[in-house]
Antibody
Framework: QVQLQESGPGLVKPSETLSLTCAVSGYSISSGYYWGWIRQPPGKGLEWIGS???????YYNPSLKSRVTISVDTSKNQFSLKLSSVTAADTAVYYC????????WGKGTTVTVSS | DIQMTQSPSTLSASVGDRVTITCRAS??????LAWYQQKPGKAPKLLIY???SLESGVPSRFSGSGSGTEFTLTISSLQPDDFATYYCQQYNSYSLPTFGQGTKVEIK
């Protein structure tokens, strides 16, 4: 079955760039679907960060757009998130997911922004 | 942006109760609405898509309805496993995805 797995540093310093990767198994990214990133600050709700279409088109949350880059590596069947100039407000569990309605999710990875 | 507003924010109910959660969109999204269930420490799980289509493997006690700007998620007979937080999400192709703020279903 389709599985997604997030990976990346669990601790990032303020003003630095958060980088996460989502490895996809059981389905080829290049075959279709949107592939997205969602985050959840401690004790709060879900926030869509952005998505990339299998063709490479990207769509970002306007509130984060100036700091976000999502890219895809079809050779490795994975996609990535970069969030620059992070602050404590970017501390959250970060999820990757498939689709415009999200039918498959990764387990999530906790990222803490702290010096 | 399309804003999604869920009500109530918290709901207290007993096993066996019929539970209804409402989600309102700030403008019409046709039927492009999904519902998710999230338990503490876990990723959200898709329950319903296209407002009323039940995701494979989801118990039939869950149902969704609505179109345009008003939608509901109904649990016909609440089970112990259903105590969780529920989120709606719109995915209208003319706008970017947005989530509701969540509804926590608690044990009464």
């Amino acid at each position: 079955q389709v599985q997604l797995q997030e990976s990346g540093p669990g601790l990032v310093k303020p003003s630095e760039t958060l980088s996460l990767t989502c490895a996809v198994s059981g389905y080829s990214i290049s075959s279709g679907y949107y592939w997205g990133w969602i985050r959840q600050p401690p004790g709060k709700g879900l926030e869509w960060i952005g998505s990339i279409y299998h063709s490479g088109s990207t769509y970002y949350n306007p509130s984060l757009k100036s700091r976000v880059t999502i890219s895809v590596d079809t050779s490795k069947n994975q996609f990535s998130l970069k969030l620059s100039s992070v602050t404590a407000a970017d501390t959250a569990v970060y999820y990757c997911a498939r689709g415009d309605y999200m039918d498959v999710w990764g387990k999530g990875t906790t990222v803490t922004v702290s010096s | 942006d399309i804003q999604m507003t869920q009500s109530p924010s918290t709901l207290s109910a007993s096993v066996g109760d019929r539970v209804t959660i409402t989600c309102r969109a700030s403008q019409s999204i046709s039927s492009w609405l999904a519902w998710y269930q999230q338990k503490p420490g876990k990723a959200p799980k898709l329950l319903i898509y296209k407002a009323s289509s039940l995701e494979s493997g989801v118990p039939s006690r869950f149902s969704g309805s609505g179109s345009g700007t008003e939608f509901t998620l109904t649990i016909s007979s609440l089970q112990p496993d259903d105590f969780a937080t529920y989120y709606c999400q719109q995915y209208n192709s003319y706008s970017l995805p947005t989530f509701g703020q969540g509804t926590k279903v608690e044990i009464k």
